[in-house]
């Protein structure tokens, strides 16, 4: 999928998602405009995605992000950053019980538990238990797009079928 596949994402659904550091990063690093994270972040300006936070996650933004072998601009930070603020969620950690490889990244996983039908989208699928909300970005893409042009191959497993609410709670 190309960013010329989409849509002008004058879109009607907004599709809530908690968006895990290592995506952020990678989006940035990324030398390929179509990537799944490139075109993932695209869909945080483009209003097609309504993020999910909390003070511990804007924290974990702002210390990575700003991490000088990254080398981001502060501008390109700031942006995302108050796109996320301004267009996003805040909403607070549901305690899950769960102990995760990084513990760190147990704050992303508790708060994407807090909103039925929430994506927790991560480039690190193996540092989460495997629930059909933990997506990868690529499998994000494909699951708007498959919600803007209908048909099309979601995931091969049930992974991804449009949030918990199809499953009920877990």
Known sequence: ??????????????FLTIIDTNVIVSAFL?????SATVLFLDCLFKGTIT?????????????????SKFK??????????????????HSERVNSGETLP????LVFYEVALSK????????????FPKKPFVV???????IIHAAMFGGGKILSET???YGRGVYGNW
Do not use: C
């Open 72 to 89: 981001i601009a502060k501008e390109k930070i700031d942006a995302v950053l108050t796109e996320i603020k301004t267009k996003g969620i």
């Open 1 to 14: 999928m190309k960013k010329s596949d989409l849509p002008d994402w004058d879109y009607k659904m907004k």
């Open 30 to 34: 990324s030398r390929h405009n179509d």
């Open 51 to 67: 993020p999910i936070y909390n003070d511990e996650i804007l924290n974990e933004y702002s210390t990575v992000l700003t991490r």
């Open 102 to 105: 990084d513990a760190k990244d």
């Open 159 to 161: 992974r991804a079928i």
């Open 136 to 142: 990868s970005p690529a499998e994000m893409m494909e």
């Open 116 to 127: 039925e039908d929430s994506f927790l989208v991560t480039g690190n699928l193996k540092h």
